[in-house]
């Protein structure tokens, strides 16, 4: 079993929906949960990061955390064509600001319609 | 402000010949640095990882190798290529005056082995 599970899509929906993407994890020992953004051919870069469960907002994007379930959430709300990206779901050991593991999903294909 | 720069952004290579790619931060000192290669469906894999000058640590055995010459200078390097080293490599950072928890991606390299 992969300790970090996450559908690999493609999810395609039309502008303006909500979408939501997930991951699922096997080891307790996980101590933040990230989610990335990645483009066609970039580097990827870091949509919100959590160390909690429950929920967390900044702007259209929402994640949220189940560690009861091992399970992760990212809420997109009026999704937009931008959006269109990968999306990786992340999970880390560490000391802040010191050498972290990090665990990436597979990443979830999103694509927003106009 | 801290910027990561990786370099070139894509390489063609036959098989059996060397490679070197380059990793660069700005605007941070003694930073975590770390190679990982996406493959299409595999995610991201963590190849090695430095804390310091001169300080290696090698993730999965394979035919690549890395060093750190410079505190922000961070080289992957093959002798001989392989069909199996085709993939898109980045290279990470994180650190007390950059991001807490979790990287921050170089924009990658594509590497074509033929």
């Known amino acids: 079993q992969k300790e970090v599970e996450q559908d690999p899509g493609p999810l395609s929906v039309p502008e303006g929906a909500i979408v939501s993407l997930n991951c699922t994890y096997s080891?307790?020992?996980?101590?933040?949960f990230m989610w990335y953004r990645q483009y066609s051919r970039k580097g990827p870069e870091l949509l919100m990061y959590?160390?909690?469960?429950g929920n967390k907002e900044d702007g259209r994007f929402t994640a949220q955390v189940d560690k009861s379930s091992k399970y992760i959430s990212l809420f997109i709300r009026d999704s937009q064509p931008s959006d269109s990206a990968t999306y990786l779901c992340?999970?880390?050991?560490?000391?802040?600001?010191?050498?972290?593991?990090?665990?990436f999903g597979t990443g979830t294909k999103l694509q927003v319609i106009p | 402000s801290q910027t990561i720069h990786q370099w070139p952004a894509t390489l063609v290579q036959p098989v059996g010949s060397p490679l070197s790619l380059e990793c660069t931060v700005e605007?941070?000192?003694?930073?975590?640095l770390y190679w990982y290669r996406q493959a299409a469906g595999r995610g991201l894999q963590l190849l090695f990882y430095?804390?310091?000058?001169?300080?290696i640590s090698s993730e999965v055995p394979q035919n690549l190798s890395a060093s750190r010459p410079q505190d922000r200078q961070f080289i992957l390097s093959s002798k001989k290529l392989l069909l199996s080293d085709s993939g898109f490599y980045l290279c990470?950072?994180?650190?007390?005056?950059?991001?807490?928890?979790?990287?921050?991606f170089g924009s990658g390299t594509r590497l074509t082995v033929v």
């Open positions: 990470a950072w994180n650190g007390v005056s950059g991001q807490i928890y979790g990287y921050t």
């Open positions: 080891n307790s020992a996980f101590q933040y």
């Open positions: 959590t160390y909690s469960s």
């Open positions: 992340a999970m880390g050991r560490g000391n802040s600001g010191g050498y972290q593991k990090v665990t």
């Open positions: 605007g941070t000192s003694n930073p975590n």
């Open positions: 430095s804390v310091g000058i001169g300080q």
